[in-house]
């Protein structure tokens, strides 16, 4: 295939002798998957051509985090993310039970967030209302779950009166795929949100969702998905995987999937919780410390458990992706991965320590990412005042971790935020805390945000991917809106092939 008169997007200044500086159009030959020609290229025989008319082209995107089967289910979930507080939820959960038949089925929901709520969610408001049915309702950060007694034992939960927390709530979550209609759901949703994302420049994704995604995703891409997809593993599932002789970049299913569009992803480990559900693990006490068992938040795994879990995954083959929101947790996090010499990526870095950026800087070299979600600063602004009123500098620490040297790439957690990349990128450059900007010393800039979208594919060239996204703005134009910018995505190009297109030819 031949893309004809594309201005290319390059990122980071070009190469001595590059075909086509900023803005000079030129063609771009794509075959075998990748891209094979870039310069002045005439047709070949039967060769399909598009004229891109001066449209730009630029290496496609990835969401470095996301929990797909959570994100393909949202449209079948209560919207719970206006609710102020435990009241205004249970009206919103009643309301939408009245409407359904009296079938016992289960009634999901997803998004509160409670931090701020004067009144902690009850198992008793919920079983008021239940009406046969069993009620989960997911926070808005999914590291907590608010039921009512019947779903707590259709999950083998024992009964308690209030929310279900951490790591016992994520070992009890991938029984909820085992419901009647759940699987079907999934498929469903799966793979329409590979198609919104698509439709967004989207090429590949991080999946990090509980269960088992690595044995999902073959089946998917055979079914007709056109993704890159890195698939994540829990500790519940290590020894499967490993096992099996899964590593980090293998195909997972040659045979399913010859294109070799699924690869094995790291070994996610959930090592504190969230800001949220005041979980994350803080070398100081929260502000507003509810909870006098917990005031610093919550350690899921010991030194000695995270140290073992690491060591394992990296002497099997597989890089590691360590959740750490707080400062405590990402400094355990990166003592353990220096310890057994781990490669992979910090998740979240929502909250570091100084020292621990220049850290996460060195480290940088030696293979460890900071895998951030800039828009998770839209939602937590006001929770961080609240909580972390003292540390608050230090919060979403973006600007000083590239300026140590630290390899950041952008994520949504999708669907604790939108699988946007646009939006992860304008939250990293405007840094929004409504009206102000939140430490602008910490902002992105445009070419920062976009170059940590593309999974370090920094320029169309002979030899690249032939992974692309096709646009009719330019994005780093500072007149571009970068959340409009969905809607500027003419064609989404993965292996070669178009995955999205909204052009002739």
């Given amino acids: ?62 969401d470095q985090h996301v929990h797909m089967g959570q994100w393909g289910l949202m449209s079948q979930r209560v919207d719970l993310s206006a609710a102020g507080s435990t009241h205004h939820a249970v009206r919103i959960v009643a309301e939408h039970i009245a409407s359904l038949p009296a079938d016992g089925s289960v009634v999901q929901g997803w998004g509160h967030r409670s931090a701020a709520w004067a009144e902690a969610p009850t198992t008793a408001a919920l079983d008021q209302i239940g009406n046969g049915h069993p009620v989960v309702l997911m926070s808005g950060d999914g590291h907590h779950a608010w039921m009512n007694t019947q779903a707590m034992r259709l999950l083998g939960l024992p009964a308690r009166p209030g929310i279900i927390v951490e790591r016992e709530w994520f070992e ?68 499967d995987a490993l096992a099996a002789g899964l590593r980090t970049g293998q195909v997972i299913d040659p045979v399913a999937d010859p294109g070799g569009l699924a690869t094995m992803g790291p070994l996610k ?14 070398t100081q006490p929260y502000a507003d410390a509810r909870e006098p068992a917990h005031p610093n938040g919550v350690r899921n795994y010991t030194t000695t458990e995270l140290i073992d879990l690491l060591g394992r995954a990296t002497r099997g083959g597989l890089q590691v992706a360590v959740h750490a929101i707080g400062d405590e947790a990402a400094h355990e996090a990166l003592d353990a991965i220096e310890t057994v010499h781990a490669t992979g990526s910090i998740e979240h870095a929502q909250l570091i320590a100084d020292s621990d950026v220049g850290r996460l800087g060195r480290l940088g ?15 937590d602004h006001a929770v961080m005042r609240q909580c972390w009123p003292d540390r608050a500098q230090r919060t979403f620490p973006i600007g000083s971790l590239l300026r140590a040297g630290a390899d950041v790439v952008l994520g949504s957690d999708a669907p604790v935020a939108p699988l ?64 409009s910018l969905p809607a500027s995505v003419a064609a989404t190009v993965v292996c070669g092939r178009f995955t999205h297109i909204r052009l002739e030819g």
Avoid: K
């Fill in 172 to 239: 009890a979550f991938p029984r909820l795929g085992d419901l009647p209609g759940s699987r079907e759901l999934t498929r469903d949703g799966v793979a329409q949100a590979a198609g919104d994302a698509a439709r967004m420049g989207v090429v590949g994704i991080v999946d990090l969702e509980f269960g088992t995604p690595y044995r999902d995703w073959p089946a998917r891409i055979a079914a007709g998905i056109g993704l890159r997809v890195r698939a994540g593993v829990y500790p519940d599932h290590l020894d």
């Fill in 365 to 379: 070299r030696l293979g460890l990412r900071a895998s951030v979600q800039p828009a998770h600063l839209l939602d």
């Fill in 269 to 282: 480990i959930i090592l504190d919780g969230s800001l949220n559900t005041r979980t994350a693990l803080c």
């Fill in 420 to 483: 946007d990349p646009w939006l992860a990128m304008w939250a990293a450059v405007e840094r929004r805390a409504g009206d102000a900007v939140w430490f602008p010393e910490q902002v992105m800039t445009r070419e920062q945000a976009f170059a940590a979208s593309t999974d370090a594919h920094m320029s169309v060239q002979a030899g690249s991917a032939a992974d692309l996204v096709v646009l009719e703005n330019d994005p780093l134009d500072p007149s571009t809106d970068l959340r």
């Fill in 1 to 62: 295939m031949l893309l004809r008169n594309a201005r290319l997007l390059r990122l980071g200044g070009s190469r001595p002798g590059d075909a086509g500086q900023a803005g000079e159009p030129v063609d771009v030959r794509l075959a075998g998957g990748v891209v094979q020609t870039v310069g002045d290229v005439r047709p070949e025989h039967a060769e399909r051509v598009i004229d891109l008319q001066g449209r730009w082209l630029a290496p496609g995107l990835w």
